[in-house]
């Protein structure tokens, strides 16, 4: 069974002060880490695909990476308007639906002025 | 191009009934997949629809059931509902063939509440 676990549950972080985000995932068969951004009451925004080990995507001041058995989203001198919950979700071989996305719980982060 | 769309917003139904939630997929997509998120978790896959057929089944019971029909878009059905069903439903959509399957898209989500 696929899981993934996400820390911390919670970040809060001054404007300007740069940190991580880290998924830890365990699955069989790894075919995509998916990064997505929600924020309260709506459906959660994609950002980044990662498939293999050593991969690296950058979006403005965010940067995913990948390793074996985690991911990281680096987030670099946050605004306000980065304040959301951070979504990781992995997609395998095993899970239980042909293509369906096993999440962990997040990471809600708040970005203070 | 039009994003994945989801009606109502908010419903409110009580202990017993049945609810029906639609799902407009994302232009070019042929896959649409279900999940429910409960406060402060993340969202758990219920079923995906392919080729109007479901191909993938999370841990939900019988009383979870959907549709896809030959335009893309997707019903999800709840049967008996129970107060634990109160959640957020989302709706993703994809593109899948033989040889990848790209990103999902979700849309905005429908709040349930039971009561």
């Known amino acids: 069974e696929d899981q993934v676990t996400q820390s911390p549950e919670a970040l809060r972080l001054q404007e300007g002060e740069s940190s991580s985000l880290n998924c830890s995932y365990t699955v069989s068969g790894l075919r995509g880490l998916f990064w997505y951004r929600q924020d309260p009451g709506k459906g959660p925004e994609f950002l980044f695909t990662l498939y293999s080990a050593g991969e690296e995507k950058e979006k403005e001041r965010l940067k995913a990476t990948l390793t074996k058995k985690e991911s990281f989203l680096h987030i670099t001198a946050p605004k306000p308007e980065d304040s959301a919950t951070y979504l990781c979700a992995v997609r395998s071989y095993s899970g239980g639906g042909a293509d369906g996305l096993t999440f962990g719980k997040g990471t809600h982060l708040i970005i203070q002025p | 191009e039009t994003g994945v769309t989801q009606s109502p917003t908010h419903l409110i139904k009580t202990r017993g009934q049945q609810v029906t939630l639609r799902c407009s997929s994302q232009?070019?997509?042929?896959?649409v997949s279900w999940y429910q998120q409960a406060l402060g978790q993340g969202p758990q896959f219920i079923f995906q629809y392919y080729r109007e057929e479901e191909n993938g089944r999370g841990n939900f019971p019988p009383r979870f059931s959907g549709l896809q029909f030959p335009n893309y878009s997707s019903e999800l059905n709840v049967n008996a509902l129970e107060l634990d069903d109160s959640a957020l439903y989302l709706c993703?959509?994809?593109?899948?063939?033989?040889?990848?399957?790209?990103?999902?898209?979700f849309g905005q989500g429908t709040r349930l509440t039971v009561v």
């Open positions: 232009s070019g997509h042929n896959t």
């Open positions: 993703a959509s994809s593109f899948s063939s033989p040889i990848m399957n790209t990103e999902a898209f």
